[in-house]
């Protein structure tokens, strides 16, 4: 079954409306609550802390583990996850017990996203060291393996290059078992697809359906020499979603996107995004009316996608919503 996940506004990309702090909150569990009721399958939200693109401004930006422990209560089903929480961020045994905790909270819904990291810009703003490409991907594997280790383990030990934890005690356990589920998402470079292979219940990528598939190619040829079941990793992707009852309306929100300067593409460093014009921007996400939308969640499913996140732009996200879950939903699960 195709599974469909929305990621909830948090400010990283103008998708707050203009309020006072408490009344964004609101707006934020009004969308929660929907998203469950339209019986989507899960929420994300994104760990950042500030909004740097098109250029520095000083909008709320909410942070994502707080959000989610936030709101947890105000659902039952829907599932809580990170897209995707930046390893670097937090000590590993750190996270390990914030995830525990939450998945408890959550009666068991913890969706664990997790990657190297990749926004220098917003490191540097917050004091973190911003340790080159191959280093953030060690030191996530090490993570990784230390957080598995703290939610099965009675006490938990590791010596790594850049980790140690000793004797660690982590209590409580996540409620799922053996524990929750891990994603580990980013732009597919091929070292960080390797401790996808080895680590890894699900992968997160994004891009059009032909790079997806090559992402997956690289993927199962490291799954084959790490001797993992290719086919155990579930595949997700991360998609803008912009869906409207009709072309002419959904083309006419990506100009105003255009005009917002909210048409991103590849992060050239250093706070700097390339810019992609309208018709790039509709080929690489999924927009245009239901059918048009249908056909490129298709397109997706066809190359191995098995699992969509849908990030809806600006502020207009309710109605596309239910515009998705009354007239796709049906036809795609």
């Given at each position: 079954?195709?599974?469909?996940?929305?990621?909830?506004?948090q400010?990283?990309?103008?998708?707050?409306?203009?309020?006072?702090?408490?009344?964004?909150?609101?707006?934020?569990?009004?969308?929660?609550?929907?998203?469950?009721?339209?019986?989507?399958?899960?929420?994300?939200?994104?760990d950042?802390?500030?909004?740097?693109?098109?250029?520095?401004?000083?909008?709320?930006?909410?942070?994502?583990?707080?959000?989610?422990?936030?709101?947890?209560?105000?659902?039952?089903?829907?599932?809580?996850?990170?897209?995707?929480?930046?390893?670097?961020?937090?000590?590993p045994?750190?996270?390990?017990?914030?995830?525990?905790?939450?998945?408890?909270?959550?009666?068991?819904?913890?969706?664990?996203?997790?990657?190297?990291?990749?926004?220098?810009?917003?490191y540097?703003?917050?004091?973190?060291p911003?340790?080159?490409?191959?280093?953030?991907?060690?030191?996530?594997?090490?993570?990784?393996?230390?957080?598995?280790?703290?939610?099965?383990?009675?006490?938990?030990?590791?010596?790594?290059?850049?980790?140690?934890?000793?004797?660690?005690?982590?209590?409580?356990?996540?409620?799922?078992?053996?524990?929750?589920?891990?994603?580990?998402?980013?732009?597919?470079?091929?070292?960080?697809?390797n401790?996808?292979?080895?680590?890894?219940?699900?992968?997160?990528?994004?891009?059009?359906?032909?790079?997806?598939?090559?992402?997956?190619?690289?993927l199962?040829?490291?799954?084959?020499?790490?001797?993992?079941?290719?086919?155990?990793?579930?595949?997700?992707?991360?998609?803008?979603?912009?869906?409207?009852?009709?072309?002419?309306?959904?083309?006419?929100?990506?100009?105003?996107?255009?005009?917002?300067?909210?048409?991103?593409?590849?992060?050239?460093?250093?706070?700097?995004?390339?810019?992609?014009?309208?018709?790039?921007?509709?080929?690489?996400?999924?927009?245009?009316?239901?059918?048009?939308?249908?056909?490129?969640?298709?397109?997706?499913?066809?190359?191995g996608?098995?699992?969509?996140?849908?990030?809806?732009?600006l502020?207009?996200?309710?109605?596309?919503?239910r515009?998705?879950?009354?007239?796709?939903?049906?036809?795609?699960?």
């Amino acid at each position: 079954m195709t599974k469909f996940g929305v990621v909830v506004p948090q400010g990283m990309d103008l998708d707050l409306p203009d309020l006072p702090p408490a009344a964004q909150f609101s707006f934020m569990e009004k969308f929660v609550k929907q998203a469950e009721k339209l019986e989507f399958d899960s929420i994300w939200v994104n760990d950042h802390f500030v909004r740097t693109t098109p250029k520095v401004s000083y909008p709320s930006v909410f942070e994502c583990w707080v959000t989610l422990a936030a709101v947890a209560p105000l659902t039952s089903k829907v599932r809580l996850g990170q897209i995707v929480t930046c390893n670097s961020y937090r000590n590993p045994a750190l996270l390990a017990k914030m995830a525990s905790t939450l998945d408890v909270i959550s009666n068991g819904r913890l969706e664990f996203g997790i990657g190297a990291g990749w926004y220098d810009y917003e490191y540097e703003m917050y004091g973190i060291p911003f340790e080159k490409a191959s280093v953030r991907v060690a030191r996530l594997e090490e993570a990784v393996q230390i957080i598995k280790r703290m939610w099965v383990e009675q006490s938990a030990t590791f010596e790594g290059r850049y980790y140690q934890v000793r004797e660690a005690i982590n209590i409580p356990k996540p409620i799922q078992k053996p524990h929750p589920p891990i994603m580990i998402g980013g732009s597919g470079e091929r070292f960080a697809l390797n401790v996808v292979a080895k680590l890894a219940d699900r992968c997160n990528f994004f891009g059009p359906p032909e790079n997806y598939k090559k992402k997956l190619d690289v993927l199962e040829k490291y799954c084959k020499e790490s001797r993992r079941d290719f086919r155990q990793i579930e595949k997700t992707i991360l998609t803008d979603l912009v869906i409207r009852r009709t072309s002419a309306e959904a083309d006419e929100f990506v100009r105003r996107m255009n005009d917002n300067g909210l048409l991103a593409g590849s992060y050239l460093g250093n706070g700097k995004f390339e810019s992609i014009s309208p018709e790039r921007y509709k080929a690489i996400n999924i927009v245009g009316d239901p059918d048009e939308c249908v056909r490129k969640i298709v397109s997706y499913r066809k190359v191995g996608v098995e699992s969509f996140i849908f990030d809806i732009p600006l502020t207009e996200q309710l109605e596309p919503m239910r515009i998705f879950a009354e007239q796709i939903m049906p036809k795609l699960r």
